[in-house]
C-alpha cells in the first residue's frame, strides 16, 4: 500500500458516519428522514467504504453520539497515529495554506456533488458552509460561514492574511 492509499484508507475509517452498528446506523439516516432510496445508496456506500476499509487492513472508527468532541480527537489521534505520523504534513506557511485550500475545496465539492444527485432540491453555490481560515498562522482555529459559490479564493476571518 502506497502512502496515497494509506492516507486515502485512514480518510476513509476517519471519516466514517456510522460504523459497524447496523442498527444506530439506520437510525441515524431514519432520523434524517431521508427518502427511501439516498439513504439505501448511503448505506451502500457505507458498506463499500466498510469493506474497502477491512481489505485494506485500515484502522477505522465509529462516529456516533457515545463520544464527545475531545474524546472522538482523542481517539482519531489514537487510532490514527501511524497514517498521521506519515504524513503528508504541512511544514511551511505556504504548505499549510495549500492545504488548508485544499481542504476547503473538498468541502466545496462535497456541497456540489449533494446537489448533483438527482433528488437534490436547492443551489449548491448558495449554500452556507463553514470553511476554515486560510491564513496559514499554526495557532488559527477560525472559521468563516461561507456560501459555497463565494469560497473559491483564499478563506481569510476578519483581520487574518
Ligand atoms: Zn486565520
Redesign the pocket.
Known amino acids: 500500500m502506497g502512502d496515497s492509499d494509506a492516507g486515502r484508507d485512514a480518510c476513509h475509517g476517519a471519516a466514517r458516519r456510522a460504523g459497524a452498528d447496523d442498527r444506530r446506523q439506520h437510525s441515524q439516516l431514519a432520523e434524517r428522514s431521508l427518502a427511501r432510496w439516498p439513504r439505501e445508496l448511503y448505506l451502500l456506500l457505507a458498506d463499500e467504504i466498510e469493506r474497502e476499509a477491512r481489505e485494506h487492513r485500515a484502522p477505522t472508527l465509529t462516529v456516533d453520539e457515545t463520544r464527545g468532541i475531545d474524546q472522538m480527537l482523542g481517539a482519531v489521534e489514537n487510532g490514527f497515529a501511524e497514517a498521521l505520523a506519515e504524513g503528508p504534513r504541512a511544514e511551511t506557511l505556504a504548505e499549510r495554506r495549500a492545504l488548508l485550500r485544499e481542504a476547503n475545496e473538498a468541502t466545496a465539492q462535497q456541497v456540489r456533488a449533494y446537489y448533483a444527485r438527482p433528488w437534490a432540491v436547492g443551489d449548491a453555490d448558495s449554500t452556507v458552509r463553514s470553511f476554515l481560515?486560510e491564513?496559514g498562522?499554526p495557532s488559527?482555529e477560525?472559521s468563516v460561514e461561507l456560501a459555497v459559490g463565494a469560497s473559491a479564493g483564499p478563506v481569510?476571518?476578519p483581520g487574518?492574511?
Open positions: 481560515c491564513c498562522n488559527c477560525a481569510l476571518a487574518h492574511g
